[in-house]
Structure formats: structure tokens, C-alpha cells
């Protein structure tokens, strides 16, 4: 460690890991300016997993102890097949994980944020024309402008091969679960508000419709617990969206530029890493820049950073695979039920 060091940093999308690395560098004394082309925060929103790691990062970060406040937490959990019966029950975890929607977690990472520091409705500018800054992170989410200014359209996402459904429906699940089937997924967690929230899964050719009778059709013969979801969802709250996985990048950094979050590593939902990732890579990357100059901070971050979460975007698609396994899946539900205790 060479000393305490504080400059200016710009940061480029006001997402989960820019108002992470907002928060945490505001607090180690940085200037801070953040810019989000959004005209305000989302009102709306799925649930998110928020791993031991994550919360811990939001401690860095100034925030320790209130998603845990607004969340639920989550200490079990089933895998199921798609006719309902199990495969495996996740019980007394020793790393739980907090269940909490977007919008409170992005209110809560503003609210940590000094007036004036988000500037909303203000795309950036291309980061080599950010000079007045120290350092530039590129937070800009999964189309990220700045990863394509540093190292060319070659390493946008790519599609996973799967398609997906989110939303929510009223009352709180009792507990999480996720069923596997041939070619799909369902999983039905509970969330903060009193809401249960649900998401799907289906190999599909990319670009491939995605209206609600398409859902419930490609799910009919599923098990009670889903069926019941999909009788209760309102249609126009339905997201969809085709699933995209980074590339690996050569470096998360170039120059004074370092990337975050979903501009660096976007990954398939199966192992609900992609927010944690973010907010450690935000805490990971303000706390070297507090105890290093800017170039040492940038290369110890690409160090530490880059080929473990390149790895989690590996694991991630892998597991959705066997998820939707339509072969040995007998083998597969006895090697669940092994590994699972020890979770």
C-alpha cells in the first residue's frame, strides 16, 4: 500500500455498479461525477440476488446493513424437476443471500450519493474526451459505448441460445425454487414488497417472440406451483428479453479507463451473479484507488477481477446447459442432490 490517494473519476452509467463505485469513492474522498442517460431511476423492477460478497462490498461502499433491512433473506431452497418433484433441497445455507428488487437497492445507492452527483438525462461523452479526470469507469451495461470505443465491436455479447421471461405477481412466495426441464427453466423466489417473483428460461433461435400465450404455452404441462404463477401474471408487466454473454476482453482496462459490471463481463442468469459481480468489482476497483496511484489501482484491478469473473460467465451458460439437459438428466439430479450437502 502506498498511501491514501483521492482525484476526480467519471462515471459512466448510473446503474448498480457505477452508484457502487460512486458511493464507495465519494466516501475514500474522491470528486465524483456520474453520468446516466436514464431520465431518473427505474421504477420498476425484478428481484436480485445479493450474495455474501455483494453484501459485503455495499459495507465498503458506506451501505453495510441496509439491503439486509429492505431484502429478504434466503436460507433455503428447492430444485425441482418440471412435474414438481425434487431434485434437491438447499436448507440452512451458511452463506445466505438477500432477495431485493432493483428499485430499492438503486434508491438506496442514491440516497448514499451527494446532491448533484448523478447527473440523469446526460449520456457521457466518449471516454478519451473525459481529460478533466483521473480515472473513467465504464458502467454502461451490457451495450456498453465504452467497452466498443476501447476495444471495437469484436467483443460485444454474444446470445447464450436462450430466450427469457421476468416479472412478479402478487404475494410472497414461501420459498425459492427453481424447476429444470428439457430445453427450459422456471424459478419462483419471494421479494421484498410482499411479491413473489419469477423468471423463465427457453432454448429458443434468437429474436424469437415473446408474447405471454407463448410462455404459458411452452410451460402447460409443467407443475402446479408455475402454472399457478402464470394464471396470475399481468401480461403488460412481463419482461422479455434474449440472454448475451461477454466475450472474454483482453483487459478490463485501457489507459485511465476501467470497465465494470456488465460493460466488462455480462453473463447468463443461472448462477445470479451478475449484480454481485458489479457491486465487487465497484468496491474492488474504489478501495485500490484509494490506497494506489491511478495506474497501479487500474492494473491491480484487471488483475484481480478479470479471470474470476470471466470464469463465472463460463460457469453460468454451463449450468444453464444442465439445467435444460435433455438427456442423463437422472445423473444429473443425483449429482445435484450430493453436492447439495455441502452447500
Not at 498511501?3 to 473519476?9: L, P
Not at 409443467?222 to 403488460?236: C, E, K, S
Request: glycine content about 12%.
Amino acid at each position: 500500500m502506498s498511501g491514501t490517494h483521492a482525484g476526480k473519476a467519471a462515471i459512466l452509467g448510473g446503474g448498480i455498479g457505477g452508484l457502487t463505485a460512486a458511493n464507495a469513492l465519494v466516501r475514500f474522498g474522491w470528486h465524483v461525477d456520474v453520468f446516466e442517460r436514464a431520465e431518473g431511476l427505474p421504477p420498476t423492477g425484478t428481484a436480485l440476488g445479493l450474495w455474501p460478497e455483494a453484501l459485503a462490498s455495499l459495507g465498503v461502499a458506506g451501505l453495510g446493513g441496509e439491503a439486509e433491512k429492505r431484502g429478504v433473506l434466503q436460507t433455503s431452497g428447492w430444485f425441482l424437476r418440471w412435474d414438481g418433484r425434487p431434485i434437491a433441497r438447499l436448507e440452512n445455507l451458511r452463506r445466505p443471500a438477500v432477495l431485493l428488487s432493483r428499485p430499492p437497492l438503486l434508491e438506496l445507492l442514491s440516497a448514499g450519493l451527494p446532491d448533484g452527483t448523478v447527473h440523469f438525462g446526460h449520456p457521457a461523452a466518449a471516454a478519451p474526451d473525459l481529460s478533466g479526470y483521473d480515472v473513467v469507469v465504464g458502467a454502461d451495461g451490457i451495450g456498453s459505448a465504452t467497452r466498443d470505443a476501447l476495444f471495437g465491436p469484436r467483443f460485444r455479447p454474444v446470445y447464450t441460445g436462450f430466450t427469457a421471461w421476468r416479472g412478479w405477481v402478487d404475494g410472497r412466495a414461501a420459498s425459492l425454487s427453481e424447476s429444470w426441464g428439457p430445453n427450459a427453466l422456471f424459478g419462483i423466489t419471494p421479494r421484498d414488497g410482499d411479491l413473489t417473483n419469477w423468471f423463465a428460461a427457453v432454448r429458443a433461435p434468437a429474436d424469437s417472440t415473446g408474447g405471454v400465450p407463448d410462455l404459458r404455452e411452452r410451460y402447460r404441462e409443467w407443475h402446479p406451483a408455475v402454472l399457478d404463477v402464470l394464471d396470475r401474471l399481468d401480461p403488460p408487466a412481463v419482461l422479455h428479453h434474449d440472454l448475451y454473454q461477454s466475450p472474454p476482453l483482453p483487459s478490463y482496462v485501457r489507459g485511465k479507463v476501467a470497465l465494470i459490471g456488465d460493460a466488462a463481463h455480462a453473463m447468463a442468469p443461472n448462477l445470479g451473479r451478475g449484480a454481485c459481480e458489479a457491486i465487487v468489482d465497484a468496491s474492488a476497483l474504489a478501495v485500490l484507488l484509494r490506497d494506489h496511484s491511478v495506474t497501479e489501482a487500474l492494473h491491480r484491478y484487471d488483475r484481480a477481477r478479470r479471470h474470476r469473473t470471466q470464469r463465472l460467465v463460463r460457469a453460468s451458460r454451463m449450468l444453464a446447459g444442465v439445467a435444460t439437459a435433455t438427456r442423463f438428466a437422472t445423473a444429473r439430479n443425483a449429482a445435484i442432490r450430493a453436492t447439495s450437502r455441502f452447500a
